[in-house]
């Protein structure tokens, strides 16, 4: 399957969440497409802006479906919409393991990286992750692989904290792994802080 993120800045979420989620309208237009929502991944510093998270078994499903007019109608909603939604990416995924929890932030790491490949065996297989994870209270609980730009990657972290996630990231041993130029283009970065509204 593959994920697609969208940005939507909205003009108040509860009512956009009431018209188009709680009653079950654009789930079910976007299902005749193939194309299922799972979450919503709410900015935790500003609430009315949003990442629509689904999965559809091709790209072209993801386009159908933008495209019905049922659709167009409800992201150009005045009341309940303030812009444009943005396309942020088309992703293969990855799960790791032990990637479930009570943990109260999500946050996205931006990744360039000089080959993919490379860095995942590490990421994945090398112990200092799991080490830092401990220490620090947050896990990597899932990859997203840009299918557009392949050796770019979100990777998502759960934990309970802003600080705990910065306190890792901080750490001079990611801190030295960040700046591996054989490994990175340069540093990750956060790109953002959500708490997950499931669908």
Known sequence: MIQRNTSIKLVDFDKWYKKGWT???AKSIVAEYGVTPIRILRNDENPDHVILVSIAPTIEAFDNARSDPRIIELIND???TAEPPEHLGFY???DLPNNDGPDLFGFHIEHKLVDYDNWFKIFSEGPMRQELEKKYGVRAIRVL???GIPNEAQVVFTGPSQQAMDDMNNDERVQARFNDQS???C?????GRYTVVII
């Open 92 to 94: 293969t995924t990855t």
């Open 187 to 191: 540093p990750p970065k956060i790109t």
């Open 23 to 25: 009653s079950g309208l």
């Open 145 to 147: 692989r840009s299918i």
């Open 183 to 185: 490994i990175f283009i």
């Open 78 to 80: 005045p009341e309940t």
